[in-house]
């Protein structure tokens, strides 16, 4: 019993850390200001890799129509949408889960102790694209 206690005890860890990290993932990715040209570079992104799947029909559409219209974002609120539909743009990539799951794995082991990690998007990279290709540890976290 106690066992099974660990294990989702462990799960619940590695959740709350995917949560933490998600929001890393935000402020380590994502460009400080939005502009026109980087909606334009994320819909065409989105487009091109199976990220506007993803979305949903008013995502679609916001982002759409922001690559359309606006010059500079200055609204929080349209700031923090666009920020959302960016994050599911990125993690359509490799590259993105990847990172997630760098972060992610990061967070699960160290703790709050990764300042030194979370500069260092290389070593992210590589630890979660090494737990992407090795699907055998994955029930070992």
């Known amino acids: 019993m106690t066992y099974l206690i660990k294990q989702m005890k462990a799960a619940e860890d590695f959740v709350s850390a995917g949560s933490r990290a998600k929001s890393l993932f935000a402020d380590l990715i994502l460009p400080k200001e939005i502009t026109q040209a980087v909606v334009e570079r994320y819909f065409r992104r989105a487009l091109r ?4 799947r993803r979305l949903t029909r008013y995502q679609r559409a916001l982002l759409f129509v922001a690559a359309r219209v606006v010059k500079v974002v200055r609204s929080d609120i349209l700031r923090r949408a666009l920020q959302e539909i960016f994050v599911e743009v990125e993690l359509a990539t490799t590259r993105g889960r990847a990172l997630l799951m760098g ?3 990061t ?13 260092n998007l290389e070593e992210l990279l590589c630890i979660g694209l090494n737990y992407l290709n090795h699907p055998l540890f994955k029930g070992l976290l």
């Open 107 to 119: 967070l699960n082991k160290a703790g709050e102790k990764l300042l030194q990690y979370l500069r």
């Open 103 to 105: 972060l992610t794995l």
């Open 49 to 52: 890799n199976g990220g506007w």
